[in-house]
């Protein structure tokens, strides 16, 4: 694997276009250690990448270098459940890996999935990559921005504590997760553990409900 790039003077967040999909698929797969030729159920395809952008442009982001490679990305879709009501698995809240649950009218913001590339990751990408969604929380006068923080950090404590113990003790800030630590340090408020979100055994399938409230929201505008 390449090093870390020198400069990353040239990063671009930008809207993701037709012409990003392959490299938004493959984004993913490198992201989640996702070998060229292994299966992916949960892998967004390029195919998946334009039924998004069809469905909600403006939801969808590439972080891009080197004039136009990308490397990071992030899938976001409305919806009109909000965060209040139970939680849903992964699969069941986005529909599909298309975000067929899409619902151009909600008031609420989805995070779908967010990735960058492992030899870009800890260079500002990801913090880039959620500004771009507050911002388009704000701009579309939403009620805020939801999703489920995946426990990444669980594995390593799973001998010593159930998935929900560790969930608490990050969310108490007893222990240090490396997603949702960072996504609460970014201004989430975090909820309750989402027990079988997604299957994802480093996590034991497991997540927090990170909520943001859009502090600009106006009712009835």
Same mark, same amino acid.
């Not at 553990?193 to 399938?205: H, K, M, Q, S």
């Given at each position: 694997?390449?090093?870390? #790039?020198?400069?990353?003077?040239?990063? *671009?967040?930008?809207?993701?276009? #037709?012409?990003?999909?392959?490299?938004?698929?493959?984004? @993913?797969?490198?992201?989640?250690? @996702?070998?060229?030729?292994? =299966?992916?159920?949960?892998?967004?395809?390029? $195919?998946?990448? !334009?039924? *998004?952008?069809?469905?909600?442009?403006?939801? *969808?982001?590439?972080?891009?270098?080197?004039?136009?490679?990308?490397?990071?990305? %992030?899938?976001?879709?409305?919806?009109?459940?909000?965060?209040?009501? +139970?939680?849903?698995?992964?699969? $069941?809240?986005?529909? &599909?890996?298309?975000?067929?649950?899409?619902?151009? =009218?909600?008031?609420?913001?989805?995070?779908?999935?967010?990735?960058?590339?492992?030899?870009?990751?800890?260079?500002?990408?990801?913090? +880039?990559?959620? *500004? $771009?969604?507050?911002?388009?929380?704000?701009?579309?006068?939403?009620?805020?921005?939801?999703?489920?923080? /995946?426990? /990444?950090?669980? =594995?390593?404590? %799973?001998?010593?504590?159930?998935?929900?113990?560790?969930?608490?003790? @990050? /969310?108490? !800030?007893?222990?240090? &997760?490396?997603?949702?630590?960072?996504?609460?340090?970014?201004?989430? !408020?975090?909820?309750?553990?989402?027990?079988?979100?997604?299957?994802?055994?480093?996590?034991?399938?497991?997540?927090?409900?990170?909520?943001?409230?859009?502090?600009?929201? +106006?009712?009835?505008?």
């Amino acid at each position: 694997m390449p090093g870390k #790039p020198e400069s990353l003077s040239d990063l *671009q967040i930008l809207n993701t276009l #037709p012409i990003h999909a392959v490299g938004v698929s493959e984004t @993913v797969r490198e992201a989640f250690g @996702v070998g060229p030729g292994d =299966a992916c159920d949960d892998c967004m395809t390029p $195919a998946h990448v !334009r039924a *998004q952008i069809g469905r909600f442009p403006e939801g *969808q982001f590439s972080a891009t270098v080197d004039g136009g490679e990308v490397v990071g990305m %992030a899938a976001t879709m409305r919806t009109s459940r909000p965060p209040s009501e +139970k939680a849903l698995g992964w699969l $069941a809240a986005i529909g &599909d890996l298309a975000i067929s649950a899409h619902e151009p =009218a909600g008031r609420w913001l989805y995070g779908a999935e967010m990735a960058v590339r492992p030899q870009y990751q800890g260079r500002g990408i990801g913090t +880039k990559l959620y *500004q $771009a969604r507050f911002q388009l929380a704000r701009s579309l006068n939403l009620r805020g921005w939801y999703a489920v923080g /995946m426990l /990444m950090g669980y =594995a390593r404590y %799973a001998s010593e504590m159930d998935v929900i113990t560790y969930g608490e003790k @990050v /969310m108490a !800030r007893e222990l240090r &997760d490396p997603t949702v630590t960072m996504q609460m340090n970014r201004g989430f !408020r975090v909820d309750y553990v989402v027990a079988d979100y997604l299957d994802e055994p480093a996590a034991g399938d497991a997540g927090v409900l990170i909520v943001w409230e859009n502090p600009d929201y +106006k009712a009835g505008a």
